[in-house]
């Protein structure tokens, strides 16, 4: 019967043999074997080491070629070419090429080629090449090259040039290339070249020379290219290229950058490029600073545009409301008038140049309910001695009327006023000035004049 048995497998698979062994086996090529309990269809003569095809509860072969199909686990130590199925694991010692399917884990000692599905984790110890599927975890020891796609997170223990999609993380122990996209995080140890995109935060400990896109922040050392967060894009050594943020975005040194965020834009040292926002701060600007608040530590190079400008290099070009450097001297009119009685404004005073924001009440009259005006005014000053001195400027009224409104009186309107003052300075602090102008006051509705009328103030200036 063994004889006829022999035969016919012989007849089937050539020199490939059916042998069902329980046993403790020594070691072979200095390899430990373990108990070997599996139906394996192996080949003779020089090919005895050799299995075709295996089907059993645990399984130790030195070398596998074709399929593996384990209950438990298998345990290839050499080469393993085709389709290895395991209840829990697949383990190759040296190479695998094919596809592995296992409940649990694959895992390939030097290097993988193929398709690896695992309902756990896909472990390559040196290289994985190929598509890679797993409902928890895709792990690659040194490199990864392909697709990779993991339940939750995609582990890489050196380099990945691939094409890496997790639930939660994307982690690449040295450089990433290619594309990332993580429903949490993606972080890279050495560097980015290619896309990360993730739902919280992508992280590079080094250089990213690439797109960034995150749904909370974007974190490198170095930047070359675009990052994208929805509140912050934040780089500790060096930019090149654009940041856009919805809340800010932070650099250390910024080379031929653009800085956009709704809020705030920072770079500590030297800026060469522009930024906009709402606040934008840089030691040393080479650019231009556009926002409701500039603010520059050092020299000023370029332009700042805005409401509030401010530098330590008076020679700085500042267009904006409030124009500030550390020469500015900041002084307070107090007054009183023909229009609005009672007036309270803050001058910034820069060599001849001027600018002023006040406030002024009763610009109806003291007999009319409350009236007032927010107002803005540019001008020069030019000393005549050292304690007289004549100044001109043209000031933007808007004037509220609050109660007042009736169809003669609107609720606001606008006036437009130019103003000649004397100046007489009582002491450094402390001076006396007499105004002499004309107001055209104007509605905002439609092209008419309410009432144009000359004006007379005289006041007090402190500081």
Request: aromatic letters at 8%.
């Amino acid at each position: 019967m063994n004889k006829f048995i022999k035969v016919i497998l012989l007849s089937f698979i050539g020199f490939v043999g059916l042998n069902t062994t329980l046993s403790a086996q020594q070691k072979t090529d200095k390899l430990a074997k373990s108990p070997n309990f599996s139906l394996n269809a192996t080949g003779s003569g020089e090919n005895a080491n050799t299995s075709y095809f295996n089907l059993g509860f645990a399984t130790n072969i030195p070398r596998l070629q074709g399929i593996g199909i384990n209950v438990f686990t298998s345990l290839v130590r050499q080469k393993a070419n085709g389709l290895r199925i395991s209840g829990l694991a697949n383990f190759v010692g040296l190479e695998a090429n094919g596809i592995q399917i296992a409940g649990i884990t694959n895992v390939s000692g030097y290097n993988t080629k193929g398709l690896h599905i695992a309902g756990l984790m896909n472990v390559a110890g040196n290289k994985l090449s190929g598509i890679h599927i797993s409902a928890i975890g895709n792990v690659a020891g040194n490199n990864l090259q392909g697709l990779s796609i993991g339940g939750l997170i995609n582990l890489t223990g050196g380099t990945s040039n691939a094409f890496e999609i997790a639930g939660l993380a994307n982690f690449t122990a040295r450089h990433q290339s290619g594309f990332g996209l993580a429903g949490l995080i993606n972080v890279s140890g050495d560097g980015l070249s290619g896309v990360q995109t993730a739902g919280l935060l992508n992280v590079d400990a080094k250089k990213v020379k690439g797109i960034q896109i995150a749904g909370i922040s974007n974190i490198a050392v170095n930047a070359q290219g675009f990052q994208l967060a929805a509140l912050t894009n934040v780089t500790t050594d060096t930019l090149k290229g654009l940041q856009i943020a919805g809340a800010v975005n932070i650099g250390v040194h910024a080379q031929k950058a653009f800085q956009f965020s709704s809020i705030t834009n920072i770079v500590q040292q030297e800026m060469e490029g522009v930024q906009v926002g709402i606040a934008n701060y840089a030691g040393d600007l080479k650019g231009a600073q556009i926002g409701l608040l500039n603010l520059c530590g050092g020299d000023v190079n370029g332009v700042q545009i805005g409401l509030i400008n401010h530098s330590k290099d008076t020679t700085a070009l500042k267009i904006g409301l409030v124009n500030i450097n550390p020469k500015t001297r900041i002084q307070v009119l107090t007054y009183g008038g023909n229009l609005s009685k009672a007036n309270i404004a803050v001058r910034f005073r820069n060599h001849s140049l001027y600018t002023m924001l006040g406030i002024g009440t009763h610009y109806l009259g003291l007999s009319e309910k409350f009236s007032g005006a927010l107002f803005y005014r540019a001008g020069t000053i030019y000393n005549l001695t050292n304690k007289l001195a004549l100044s001109a400027d043209l000031g933007f009224y808007h004037i509220e009327n609050f109660e007042n409104e009736s169809v003669e009186i609107p609720e606001r309107m606008y006036s437009i006023q130019p103003r000649v003052n004397v100046e007489y300075a009582i002491s450094r602090r402390i001076g006396l000035f007499l105004s002499g102008g004309y107001s055209w006051t104007r509605y905002y509705n439609k092209n008419e004049s309410f009432e144009n009328k000359p004006i007379i103030e005289l006041g007090m200036i402190l500081f």
